[in-house]
């Protein structure tokens, strides 16, 4: 034994350290909506969360909205992959009759309403975009898919949800949360068609009735052989 209880030889006493690095992962997204009016393949309305079209853009169906979502690492692991999910939006665009895509939020064909893709990887402090369009025949489909929020009968408005999936390579994962989620969302809102109103008056240039003559009015009275502009 290496160790002596004596007076003339102690035992030693051994110290040691260890340290343990803790890196928390972590997920940040946005979320943003252009409008191409023309179908062209350029947006005219550049992208927001918050998109507003006036009621002229009811004379330009089918219009074309480019969905995109960006998700950023701000965590200190990488991403082996990013669950996107937008609950709902593809399957209620479907349902009222909205053709969808390209659309990362379709595992296949946009036709089963899919409503979660995968992107990745992803590396700490970098991003990646996944994208999805929606061509929008008319005002009806319009209003059916707005009406499958529950909210304002002219907009639209669905919440993201991304899941970062962390990369275990190299980590001791045992026990340990390994996904990290986060929310974000946008507004679309096209609003009603135009109303024009038209107003009518007349005005007697002469052989008039009573002491205004050239006055517009929405009711006249007139002599014979008056002339009245309209």
């Known amino acids: 034994d290496a160790c002596y209880d004596s007076l003339n030889n102690p035992c030693a006493e051994l110290t040691d350290s260890a340290r343990i690095n803790v890196d928390v992962p972590d997920v940040t997204c946005a979320e943003t909506v252009c409008a191409d009016l023309d179908t062209n393949g350029v947006c005219e309305v550049a992208d927001t969360n918050a998109l507003q079209l006036a009621c002229s853009a009811n004379d330009a169906f089918p219009i074309i909205l480019d969905y995109t979502f960006t998700v950023t690492n701000t965590g200190e692991t ?23 895509g390209p659309c990362d939020l379709c595992t296949g064909a946009c036709d089963a309403g899919d409503d979660c893709g995968v992107v990745g990887p992803v590396g700490t402090n970098s991003f990646v975009n996944a994208t999805c369009q929606l061509k929008i025949p ?37 026990g340990a949360e390994t996904t990290t989620t986060s929310t974000c969302g946008a507004e679309a809102c096209i609003a009603p068609t135009c109303a024009l109103e038209v107003e009518k008056t007349f005005r007697c240039v002469d052989n008039c009735v009573g002491d205004n003559p050239g006055v517009s009015t929405n009711a006249l009275e007139v002599l014979p052989g008056a002339t009245v502009e309209f």
């Open 78 to 100: 990488p991403f082996a992959s990013v669950d996107v999910c937008k609950p709902g939006f593809v399957a209620q665009a479907l349902a009222a009759g909205i053709a969808v």
């Open 138 to 174: 008319t005002r009806s489909a319009w209003l059916a898919f707005a009406a499958g929020d529950g909210g304002d009968d002219n907009c639209h408005t669905n919440s993201l949800e991304v899941t970062g999936n962390v990369d275990t390579s190299g980590y001791c994962a045992d």
